[in-house]
C-alpha cells in the first residue's frame, strides 16, 4: 500500500461551456522519503495536479488515496484539516503574510497545533534558526532578500510537522547560490520522513530529487527514479493540530491594524463623530432637563404633588377630594402622608379702601418652599400672606409694612339653591410670600370662611408627601393607574400644579432630545457606510493573505471571524475616541454654564456611555456582515494567484 496514491484523475475546466481537459487519467503513487519532481512546460497540468494533491481543489474525478484512505469523499471541514496536519506548501512568490513579522508568519501555521504558547514559540524560533534566519525573526517580508523570504516559507510549511511538502517553483525567483542552499533545505526536509514534490521548468533543480515525473498535455509520459529514496520510519511522530484559536484570529487582526495604523486612525476618527454627535445630544438633553427641574424645584418641594379629580366640570361637588381619597393616597408606598386642601381663584382683598384682585389663592401645604416666605411667618389659623406684588399695591413705599395689618378677603360662593354669595372675613397679613405661590391661607381658614357664610366646602385637592425624590415618578404612576367606575374605566386623579407642569414639560424635552439625537445619528449610517467600504477594500488588498491561510489550513469561519474581530476593534476604538471627545465637550460647556447659571448643563451618564459603545460595536460589526462572507466564501487558488 502506498503512502499516496493517485487513481485516475481527470480534471476539467469549462469556458462558455466549452471543455478543456486539464488532466487525462493521472495514475501516481508516492512513498515518504521520496524527492519527486514533477517537471513539464507551462499549461501541462503541473500547478493543477499540485493543487489536488494538496487539498486546495476538490472538483475533479478520480481518486486521491492517503495511506490506502479515499479524499473523495472528505467535506470542507475535513479538507481544512488535510491541509493543516497533512500538507506544507512552499510557494514560488513566497507568498507571506506582509503585516506579520517574519516569526509571526511561522506562527501562524504553530497556532493551529496543540502545542503550549512557550512550546509554539520555542519551535518556531527552532526552525527560523535551522533555515539561517535566526538574526531575522523580528523583520518583516519587506525587510529580506528573497532568498530569505523563500526560508521562511520553507519554516512555515515545516511548522506543524506534515507529511507531505508541496513546494511550486520554489527556486523560480531566486538566483543560482540560493536555489543551491533552498534544495538542499528540501534535501533535508525528504530525509525526515517527508514526502517532498516539487514542481519545477528547470532540468537542473529536477536532477536534485530522487525521482522525476514528467508531465505534457495533461498526461504522464515519463517517470524515472534516479536515486534511491531516504530511509523512513515505521511510526513517525505526528503533531497533533486544531482550528485557529479565535484569540488568534482576534491577534492577528489588531496586527493588521497596527500595520496599516494611519488609515484606521482615520476610520476610527471619521465613525467617532456619529458616536459623539449622539451621546452629546443626549448629555445635553439631560443636562438642560436637570436645569428646568432645578429651577422649578428652587420654588417648589420636589418630593410633594397635588392630585384633583380628572374631570372636565366646573362645578364644586365633580371637583371634590374627600379624606377617603387622601387616605387611600398615604397608604401607596414611600407616601409620607395625604392632606386636604384648597384652591380658588376671583378672590378680592381690600385694605384702607383699595382693592387687589387676586388671580388665585391656596391653602398652605407642603408644595411649597419655606424660602419662599420673603418675610414675616407663615399664616394661622385667621390669618393670610400675601404676595410683593399685593402688598405693593396697599404700600408701594414700603410694603413690608403690610405685615401684621388687617385686611378683608372676599371669595365668590354658591349656596345650595345655586344663588351666588359673596364670602367675606377679615384676616391678618402674617407674612409676604413670592408671587409664585400666590397668597397663602390655612385649610381650617378657608373652611371656617364657607361655614360662616353657610356654604358647603369641597376641598379639590390633595397634597401628597413622598419620601424622596427618586420616588416622586414611581408614586405619580400609581395615582395615575387609579380608574374611576364611573368613568368608563378612565383615569379618576390628575396631577395639578407644578409636579404635571414638570412632567409634561420633560416629557417634551425628552421628545425634542431623541429628535436631536436621531438627526445626529443619521451620522451613523455614514459610518457604517465608511466601515463597509474600508472592509470591501481590504478583502481586496488581503486577497492573497486569504489564500494563504485557506493553504495552511484555517477554516471559512475563522476567515469569516478575521474581519468581524477587525470591525469589533474599529467600533470599539470609535466609541472610546467618541466617549473622550464627549467628555471633553462636556467639560468645556459645563465650565462655560456654571459661572453663567451656576449649573451644568450636560451630562452624559454612565448609561448613555454604555449605549455609545454598544451602538458603535453594534454598527460595526453589521457592517462587516457582507465583506466578512465574501472573504469567507473566496476560492483559495483563485486567491492566492490574485495579483
Avoid: C
Amino acid at each position: 500500500m502506498s503512502f499516496l496514491e493517485l487513481k485516475d484523475i481527470h480534471k476539467s475546466y469549462y469556458v462558455n461551456k466549452e471543455e478543456f481537459k486539464v488532466l487525462k487519467g493521472i495514475n501516481l503513487s508516492f512513498e515518504r522519503g521520496e524527492f519527486v519532481s514533477i517537471l513539464g512546460e507551462s499549461g501541462g497540468g503541473k500547478t493543477t495536479l499540485m493543487n489536488i494533491i494538496g487539498g486546495l481543489d476538490a472538483r475533479y474525478t478520480g481518486e486521491v488515496l492517503l495511506n490506502g484512505k479515499s479524499l473523495r469523499d472528505n467535506n470542507e471541514k475535513k479538507w481544512d484539516a488535510y491541509r493543516r496536519e497533512t500538507i506544507g506548501f512552499i510557494f514560488q512568490n513566497f507568498h507571506l503574510i506582509s503585516h506579520l513579522s517574519i516569526l509571526d508568519n511561522v506562527m501562524v501555521s504553530l497556532e493551529m497545533t496543540k502545542l503550549s504558547r512557550k512550546e509554539q514559540l520555542a519551535r518556531a524560533k527552532e526552525l527560523l534558526e535551522k533555515v539561517g534566519l535566526k538574526e531575522h525573526i523580528h523583520k518583516y517580508p519587506n525587510q529580506i532578500s528573497g532568498g530569505q523570504k523563500q526560508r521562511v516559507a520553507i519554516a512555515r510549511a515545516l511548522a506543524s510537522d506534515p507529511e507531505i511538502i508541496i513546494a511550486d517553483e520554489p527556486t523560480g525567483a531566486l538566483d543560482s547560490q540560493n536555489t543551491k542552499e533552498i534544495m538542499a533545505l528540501l534535501d533535508d526536509i525528504a530525509k525526515d520522513d517527508k514526502l517532498v514534490i516539487t514542481v519545477t521548468h528547470s532540468q537542473e533543480v529536477a536532477n536534485h530529487g530522487t525521482r522525476i515525473v514528467h508531465m505534457e498535455d495533461g498526461q504522464i509520459d515519463q517517470d524515472d527514479h534516479i536515486k534511491e529514496t531516504f530511509p523512513v520510519s515505521d511510526n513517525p511522530e505526528v503533531l497533533p493540530t486544531k482550528r485557529l484559536g479565535f484569540g488568534a484570529t482576534v491577534k492577528m487582526a489588531l496586527k493588521h491594524m497596527r500595520y496599516n495604523l494611519t488609515r484606521n486612525i482615520l476610520i476610527i476618527f471619521g465613525a467617532s463623530i456619529g458616536i459623539f454627535s449622539v451621546l452629546l445630544m443626549l448629555g445635553l438633553g439631560t443636562g438642560v432637563k436637570g436645569y428646568i427641574n432645578h429651577e422649578i424645584y428652587s420654588q417648589v418641594n420636589p418630593t410633594s404633588v397635588q392630585v384633583a379629580q380628572k374631570t372636565n366640570s366646573q362645578k364644586p361637588a365633580k371637583t371634590e377630594m374627600t379624606q377617603s381619597d387622601a387616605d387611600k393616597f398615604a397608604k401607596i408606598k414611600n407616601v409620607k402622608n395625604a392632606k386636604l386642601g384648597y384652591y380658588a381663584s376671583g378672590a378680592t382683598v381690600n385694605y384702607n379702601k383699595t382693592n387687589a384682585q387676586l388671580q388665585f389663592v391656596q391653602t398652605k401645604n407642603s408644595t411649597m418652599m419655606a424660602k419662599n416666605l420673603k418675610k414675616g411667618n407663615q399664616p394661622k389659623s385667621g390669618e393670610i400672606a400675601i404676595t410683593k406684588a399685593v402688598a405693593k399695591k396697599f404700600n408701594k413705599k414700603n410694603p413690608n409694612q403690610m405685615i401684621g395689618k388687617k385686611i378683608t378677603f372676599y371669595l365668590p360662593g354658591l349656596k345650595a339653591n345655586n344663588q351666588p354669595v359673596t364670602m367675606k372675613k377679615s384676616l391678618k397679613v402674617s407674612g409676604i410670600v413670592a408671587d409664585s405661590n400666590g397668597p397663602v391661607i390655612t385649610f381650617n381658614t378657608i373652611k371656617s370662611l364657607y361655614k360662616e357664610n353657610n356654604v358647603k366646602f369641597y376641598p379639590n385637592f390633595v397634597t401628597v408627601k413622598i419620601n424622596e425624590v427618586g420616588n416622586v415618578d414611581k408614586v405619580q404612576d400609581k395615582i395615575k393607574a387609579y380608574k374611576n367606575s364611573d368613568n368608563k374605566g378612565k383615569a379618576q386623579y390628575q396631577i395639578t400644579g407644578v409636579g404635571s407642569i414638570v412632567d409634561t414639560l420633560n416629557t417634551y424635552i425628552q421628545l425634542a432630545v431623541y429628535v436631536l439625537a436621531g438627526i445626529a445619528g443619521i451620522s451613523l449610517l455614514v459610518s457604517a457606510i465608511m466601515i463597509i467600504v474600508v472592509l470591501y477594500i481590504s478583502v481586496t488588498e488581503r486577497t492573497k493573505e486569504i489564500g494563504i491561510l485557506r493553504a495552511l489550513g484555517v477554516r471559512k469561519g475563522d476567515i469569516r471571524n478575521l474581519f468581524i474581530s477587525e470591525a469589533f476593534f474599529l467600533g470599539l476604538f470609535s466609541s472610546i475616541l467618541a466617549l473622550i471627545f464627549g467628555y471633553l465637550a462636556q467639560w468645556g460647556i459645563n465650565a462655560i454654564s456654571d459661572s453663567a447659571i451656576n449649573y451644568s448643563l450636560v451630562g452624559i451618564t454612565a448609561g448613555y456611555a454604555t449605549f455609545g459603545i454598544v451602538i458603535s460595536v453594534v454598527i460595526s460589526l453589521l457592517a462587516a456582515l457582507a465583506p466578512s462572507r465574501r472573504a469567507a466564501k473566496m476560492d483559495p487558488i483563485e486567491a492566492l494567484s490574485y495579483e
